[in-house]
């Protein structure tokens, strides 16, 4: 089992910058990608962002060019560092981790851009 917690989501204003952390537990070794999502309402989840555990990255239109996921081994965190944010970014955030025939999910993180 493997469990996520996500924090550092809130409120911003237009233009601003927020950095996302998701820390896992638990059965970490059998983690090979972490992914980032988000929600907003009365949408489909979207992928954001993803990083493997070699390094390699790959971001959907919806992170790209403002978004970096990134990660820290020695603390089983891996971050999304958002910025120039827009009305749009206006969503629930989830970190998925991806093991061997199983994916777990984190519970979110509210971030909301907006004046």
């Known amino acids: 089992q493997v469990q996520l917690v996500e924090s550092g989501g809130g409120l911003v204003q237009p233009g601003g910058s927020l950095t996302l952390s998701c820390e896992a537990s638990?059965?970490?070794?059998?983690?090979?990608?972490v992914a980032w999502y988000r929600q907003a309402p009365g949408k489909r989840r979207e992928l954001v962002a993803s990083i493997t555990n070699d390094g390699s990255t790959v971001y959907t239109d919806s992170g790209k060019g403002r978004f970096t996921i990134s990660r820290d081994s020695a603390k089983n965190t891996v971050y999304l560092q958002m910025n120039s944010l827009k009305p749009e970014d206006t969503a629930v955030y989830y970190c998925?981790?991806?093991?061997?025939?199983?994916?777990?999910w984190g519970q979110g993180t509210q971030v909301t851009v907006s004046n």
């Open positions: 998925k981790a991806r093991a061997v025939s199983i994916d777990y």
């Open positions: 638990g059965d970490i070794f059998t983690i090979y990608a």
